[in-house]
């Protein structure tokens, strides 16, 4: 087993636990995500890969590598039968266990992460100092991807939403706004969907998941020329502002993958962004279906331009990411876990044929 530690110094802070009067019921606050106490969080993967007598590989994603003012990872230690080594994407930087046994091994791999976080959110009503990105950070973060690119159909839409705009942060705010009013989500795409953007607009189906609705609003932020990114990652927990659609709602977190995005505006730096979350509450949250003048819907769609709540763990912001040492094209994504055998891939988006399991845990102070 190897252990990977950073010391938090003033994190994992407990949050005080409510007190219920008999019979009495506590409205959740409204949804309005702001930086409070520490959490921490404990994320456990499991991996056992059929046995079918070849030599076998597997990837596990790690959480995200830089501390923030609403991130700071602690600690990554892992176990198993196999041969075990870190590796990282070289264009993003994403961060991974990769693993190999041999022919005739039942493979089996655990990892164990740790990780602190709180809510984040953008103060707009007064000017920010954040530093500017280099000329570099620029052109990676405008630069078009394998299922994102920014010429063609999607620079055309994207400059007929920001015409006339004055600034980058009316810009990112048009963008945001189109995405939540033409998408929609749709539950029969598998996991989180594929973020193929071009095929979106090409097609006229402006349907899918988060990892299609907000790679949307990357690829269209970037021809508009913001820098943007999507995050991926996982729920780890509940909403504590009683949205049942926003959060995970057991400890066994599986099928809670969730992506994210972020986009750089002059000023205030990166901003969190989820569009595809305002839509997946107008679906999901009860009764269902709800209209866009919800109370429920106008708050989330409020917060979520500049705000995110952080029952959730960050993993990377790769595209086109090559598993080291695997024989398989690029994946569009690393969010979640990969297996080989001889016979190829497995399907991750089948964890119980995979099998594998992920559990998270909060940690009290």
Known sequence: MKVRRRELLGAGLAMPALSFLPRLVVAAPAFAPRPSAWRTFEVTTRIVIPNDSTPARAWVPLPHTEESDWFRPLENRWSGNGEFSLAKDPRYGAEMLAASWSAGEEPVLETVSRFATRDRATDFSKPGDAAPLSAEEVRHYTAATELIPTDGIVKETADRIVAGAGSDLEKARRIYDWVVENTFREPSVRGCGLGD????????????????????????ARAAGLPARD??????????????????NSETITKAQHCRAEVFISGWGWVPVDPADVRKVMLEEPPGGLPADDPKVQAVRRALFGAWETNWLPYNTAHDVKLPGSSAPPLGFLMYPQAETAAGMLDPLEPDRFRYEIRAREIQA
């Open 231 to 248: 995050v991926y990652g996982i729920r780890v927990g509940p909403s504590q502002f009683g949205y049942n659609s926003l959060g995970a």
């Open 197 to 220: 953007v071009a095929s979106m607009l090409h097609v006229g189906d402006l349907g899918g998941k988060c990892a299609d609705l907000n790679a949307l609003y990357v690829g269209l």
